[in-house]
């Protein structure tokens, strides 16, 4: 039965009379035993008795002298006093309801206290078949959970397998790049920190700058540092980043302001790096720069496309310069 009826069932006991007998109107005992509850009583009612716990009649009289001969719907309480043990006062009370048309049934109720019985075992096979269903599909989604909780280890173990393997192939690349190149041991750059192309990028810019221009190591590797950050930071084109220092250093304007390479990844007031500032104004004025490697010769690109052409030529240029003394590395 559901807990519904259960509960239903045990407050019929404290509405019956000492005979177990309770006059059948739905409406009022829902309203003495759950008035807040939406519930249907007559169907509950129904249930107890499909199930032998009560028995509903109808009888054409009464014992209540108050009501007279009438006819009247009332509810018995099988095997009401077989449970219920009546004392004092309450145990001389008489009835106010006639009793069922067949007294037998009040106390030779087998047969449906079977059926009840039957009905409740075929429940608890049917609830046992869905709790048995519902543990094979926890045990399914467990083992889902397990599944996927494994691949999130497989996957979180190759993840950093393959940050090992990045960090391994940095080492090798920059180890490669320091016994391939030619930098004097005063350079103060290490090769085991920035890459061979950041450190010609440092090379290089310094060749944007007046040769009266100071340029100590810790300039060239903060300028290594900020380039190897455009590029894995800021994911920066390579060529990208030297069209705009070329511009920005042959800009009227920005050449008095930017005499530093660091400066690419400083922010303004507005908070947007100078590198966007310089490259907006860069396209909006179609690129023009004039070349400044020899402080002589004019050249302009109209696209970022014509500068990655000739980054070549930029870097060429700087280690033209090394290569006749005007630079030290």
């Known amino acids: 039965m559901p807990m519904a009826a259960r509960l239903f069932f045990i407050g019929l006991w404290t509405l019956a ?10 409406r009022r005992i829902k309203a003495e035993l759950f008035p807040y509850d939406n519930i249907d009583a007559d169907d509950l009612l129904s249930r107890l008795q499909s199930a ?3 028995i509903r009649y109808t009888s054409s009289g009464g014992q209540n002298t108050e009501r007279g001969f009438c006819e009247m719907k ?25 009793p069922p048309p067949d007294l037998s049934q009040i106390s030779e109720t087998p047969v449906l206290q079977e059926s009840a019985l039957e009905a409740t ?12 269903k519902n ?16 691949a999130t280890g497989k996957n979180m173990e190759r993840e950093k397998d393959q940050e090992k393997e990045r ?12 016994e391939n190149s030619d930098e004097l041991p005063s350079s103060g750059i290490s090769t085991l920190i920035y890459s061979q ?14 040769k009266a221009q100071k340029v100590s190591q810790s300039n060239l590797k903060d300028w290594a540092k900020t380039y190897d950050d455009c590029i894995r930071l800021d994911s920066r084109a390579r060529d990208e980043i030297l069209a705009v220092c070329e511009w920005a250093r042959a800009d009227t304007f920005w050449s008095a302001n930017f005499q530093s390479a660091s400066k690419l990844r400083q922010k303004n007031k507005t908070g947007v790096q100078y590198f966007d500032v310089f490259l907006q104004q860069m396209n909006k004025n179609n690129g023009t720069a004039r070349n400044i490697h020899n402080g002589t010769a004019t050249r302009s ?10 980054h070549d030529d930029f870097l060429a240029a700087g280690a033209a310069l090394i290569a006749n003394g005007q630079v030290a590395r």
């Open 74 to 98: 009332v509810i018995q309480i099988v095997n009401f006093k077989k449970h219920q043990r009546l004392s004092g006062r309450e145990a001389e009370y008489e009835s106010d309801f006639p």
């Open 52 to 54: 032998g716990f009560i």
């Open 301 to 310: 690109f109209g696209t970022i496309a014509d500068a990655q052409r000739e």
């Open 167 to 178: 960090e391994r192939n940095k080492e090798r690349i920059y180890k490669e790049s320091a």
């Open 121 to 132: 075992e075929i429940n608890t096979v049917h609830n046992e078949e869905a709790i048995g």
């Open 135 to 150: 543990v094979e599909a926890t045990g399914k989604h467990s083992g889902k959970m397990r599944k996927n909780t494994e």
């Open 17 to 26: 009379d000492s005979e177990g007998r309770l006059e059948d109107r739905p």
């Open 197 to 210: 192309d950041a450190l010609d990028f440092a090379a290089w810019f310094k060749t944007l700058l007046p």
